[in-house]
């Protein structure tokens, strides 16, 4: 009888995913060996700050604003607990709804998901800034006209988003508004009064634009 002959493993050429992951392992938790002529330049080490408070200034609405706050604070409570910046109301914490909007640099925020210490140096506005002593800016005024508010909770947050989107698209259509307030949630139901008052502000703002081109 001719002898069975036990089939041979070949092994295949390369590395295996096995031999793959024990390599890495042992580049994670084995020095390198560097060669003569050769150093390792070490990574910079990024700034810690915490978990105590440190030292921030935020300027909010063209002033400048000193506080100390632990890192892990956000913007929102850093306005509303530490400078009694009320405006920007808490309702979701999720960034979800929109009543907490600020704009930063002019664009829309929701200020429950940013760190104040983020945001150092840059320009921050809430609904409170929004005012020239007693003026109303077009967009709280338009508000007013068109009743676009019920319980108001969620009205500063808004009126913010509204004061962004306007900034973009100064000639919006009823569509562009239903798109632009679209990161905004009114519980009472107030949206048809809301987007009259974005097209009115619309129209008060290019009007305004007008006259001041004609001043100069």
Known sequence: MAKSKKTEKTEKPGWSRRDFIRGAGLAITT????????????????????????????RINGRNHQLNVEP????????????????????????????CTVMINHKPVYACSVLAIEVQGEEITTVEGLTQGDQLHPVQAAFVQN?????????PGFVMACTAFLNKNSNPTLADVEKGMGGNLCRCGTYAGIKQAVLEAARSLR???TAERGMD
């Not at 508010?149 to 969620?154: D, K």
Request: glycine share 12%; with cysteine; net charge positive.
């Open 31 to 58: 020095p390198l060996v560097v060669g003569e002529g050769l150093s390792i330049v070490a990574a910079p080490q990024p700034n810690l700050w915490g978990p105590g408070k440190v030292a921030l200034t935020l």
């Open 207 to 209: 009007g305004r634009k």
């Open 147 to 155: 009743d676009a508010q019920q319980c108001g909770f969620c009205t």
């Open 72 to 99: 892990r604070v956000t913007l929102l409570d850093a306005l509303r607990d530490y400078l009694d910046i009320t405006g920007a109301k808490r309702v979701c914490d999720r960034a979800t709804c929109g009543a």
